[in-house]
């Protein structure tokens, strides 16, 4: 079993910054790929960014890249998610989740195995 808690989320203006954080415990940290997620009101949920076990690979959904930045600090058991230049239209609920299969060097869309409560994000115009 894997424990995800997400924190970092509120409410900012367009053009501002959050950063989110997930905290993992209960398996090797380092063992596993890593993901954010978000949901918007009516919406399905969404890939937003990817980062391999190493923490050397990542991608990005085209609508943030450039302003978004995942990172992982596998000391802390800790992923991260630098969220600039924000817009109304990322406002949704941001979700990490982990992959416990995979090879070292690869990031993944799918396929996610555990998942934290969500952190709700509210960009206002």
């Known amino acids: 079993q894997v424990q995800l808690v997400e924190s970092g989320g509120g409410l900012v203006q367009a053009g501002g910054s959050l950063r989110l954080s997930c905290a993992a415990s209960g398996r090797t940290f380092s063992n596993y790929a890593m993901a954010w997620f978000r949901q918007a009101p009516g919406k399905e949920r969404e890939f937003v960014a990817a980062?391999?076990?190493?923490?050397?690979?990542?991608d990005y959904a085209h609508s943030v890249k450039g302003r978004f930045t995942i990172s992982r600090d596998n000391a802390k058991n800790t992923v991260y998610l630098q969220m600039n230049s924000l817009k109304p239209e990322d406002t949704a609920v941001y979700y990490c989740?982990?992959?416990?299969?995979?090879?070292?060097?690869?990031?993944?869309?799918?396929?996610?195995?555990?998942w934290g409560q969500g952190t709700q994000v509210t960009v206002s115009s």
């Open positions: 989740a982990v992959r416990v299969t995979g090879v070292v060097n690869q990031t993944y869309r799918l396929g996610y195995d555990y």
């Open positions: 980062i391999s076990r190493s923490g050397v690979y990542t």
